[in-house]
């Protein structure tokens, strides 16, 4: 039994020496007779199967790379299929964009000034509260009787000064006549009437009723200094009665309540809620260090105009901001712009795209920008010579993309080209310098 491999084989071999005797046939045509001398010598040596099925498959991919060649080289020489889309100048605003946040121009976190409870919540959570607006109202009884007892010890001490000023008054009265009683005794003693002894108690008894007016005069000031103290004891337990009422220090939206009626407000420590005025509103982004004299210099002439745009709203703004420093990390420069925002379109913490227009520049050429492609040299771009349909390729200098409103992305030549020229918008990886083409109707 034959085997497969075999037959293989045996039909290979068959099938070679068929295109042998072909190609044998037309080589005894084309050569004239006795052309060689070895015309008529016979190869008697064997040959092997496997040589025949590695003749036949040379000679099967021969024939196949000649009937592809033919085609390559008929569509080589064909024009190439290009669409082509001409230059344009047109006045481009030199612009710089961004992302930048929102912010409220003020931000407020209210907190109580003293620790007391909360009895009640005058408004509610996002509610647009005014300056001085009453928000939360504090437990003020345990001030109420402080108040009480600091006003019970300021009548106290008034009343105590009335009594030193009454006892002063009647020490007086008493120290002068003592003083009179002293002086006729001295004067009795020098005539010989009066005795020293006499004249001695006269005089302690002058001395000691000056003591006593003295001491009620102290008295007096004590009284009063008691005074004082309880009044600004009084002064300061009102004040803490003020913060018992806790009032809005803006105009502003209010955030969460964070701290709910019936709980402590610990002075100083937890956020009752937070306020921000949104209007105007502020929008902090960022720009590379390199835009840094641009901005700047553009700056200095007239405020730069800002424009943030969020889905389908646009707010302009003015640059208001320029930090003192190029964050080394990032190598950005913060800036930020004022808004009015009396509309509310921006939003505290919303994410906006940031545009600001630094000049207009006059005339400037532009092309499509996948018309511009990159080579070793830089950035080139086909040029199409109308007369006779070829392409030369030019180098262009791109100094930015720009895309007007309603058209796709361009790109700003700034040396290359001229207003007007056909250059090749789609095709350009089949083209070679003076190379045919055939234009295709422009595309939708």
């Known amino acids: 039994m034959v085997k497969p491999l075999e037959r293989f084989v045996i039909k290979a071999t068959e099938s070679h020496n068929l295109i042998v005797k072909r190609h044998l046939t037309l080589v005894k045509l084309s050569i ?8 008529n010598l016979k190869n008697t040596s064997p ?3 496997y040589r025949h099925i590695s003749a036949l498959i040379i000679l099967s991919t021969t024939l196949s790379c000649n009937r592809q060649a033919a085609p ?22 030199l612009e710089i ?9 003020s931000t407020v976190e209210v907190k109580a000034r003293i620790t007391a409870p909360i009895l009640k919540v005058h408004f509610t959570e996002g509610q647009d509260v005014r300056q001085g607006q009453l928000l939360f109202e504090l437990d003020a009884e345990p001030i109420h009787r402080q108040i009480a007892e600091i006003e019970a010890n300021i009548a106290r001490d008034v009343a105590g000064a009335k009594q030193a000023e009454a006892n002063i008054t009647r020490d007086l009265a008493n120290q002068k006549n003592l003083d009179s009683i002293a002086a006729r005794t001295i004067k009795l003693l020098k005539e010989g009437i009066a005795s020293r002894e006499q004249a001695d108690q006269s005089q302690s008894n002058a001395d000691a009723a000056k003591s006593v007016v003295d001491s009620n005069r102290a008295a007096l000031e004590s009284a009063r200094a008691a005074e004082k103290a309880e009044r600004a004891r009084l002064q300061a337990a009102r004040l803490l009665l003020d ?3 806790v009032l809005a220090p803006i105009s502003g939206r209010a955030g969460d309540i964070a701290t709910k009626e019936g709980s402590l407000a610990r002075q100083n420590d937890n956020t009752l809620v937070t306020l921000l005025q949104p209007s105007p509103a502020l929008i902090a982004f960022s720009l590379p260090e390199q835009l840094l004299p641009q901005v700047r210099k553009y700056q200095q002439q007239q405020p730069l105009t800002i424009t943030a745009t969020t889905g389908e709203n646009t707010a302009t703004g003015i640059l208001r901001f320029i930090d003192n420093s190029v964050d080394p990390t990032t190598g950005g420069i913060k800036l930020k712009a004022s808004f009015p925002n009396a509309d509310r379109v921006l939003w505290p913490g919303q994410f906006v795209n940031i545009s600001a227009r630094l000049n207009l ?9 996948q018309a511009v492609q990159t080579g070793p040299r830089g950035k080139y771009v086909w040029v199409l010579n109308p007369t006779d349909s070829t392409v030369a390729m030019r180098d262009v200098t791109v100094s930015r993309l720009y895309t007007p409103k309603g058209k796709g992305e361009h790109a700003v030549i700034t040396a290359g080209l001229k207003p007007g020229e056909n250059i090749v918008s789609e095709g350009q ?3 070679i310098p003076n190379a045919k083409v055939r234009l295709l109707e422009a595309a939708n």
């Open 32 to 39: 004239p007779p006795h052309s060689s001398p070895h015309a």
């Open 47 to 49: 040959v092997s199967p």
């Open 72 to 93: 390559a080289s008929a569509n080589a020489n064909a024009p190439q299929a290009v669409r082509t889309v001409q230059s344009s100048t047109a006045d481009v605003p």
């Open 97 to 105: 964009s961004s992302i930048g946040t929102v912010e409220a121009s």
């Open 243 to 245: 913060y018992t009422k």
């Open 361 to 369: 520049e006059h005339d400037v050429v532009l092309v499509t920008s």
């Open 429 to 431: 990886k089949r083209l």
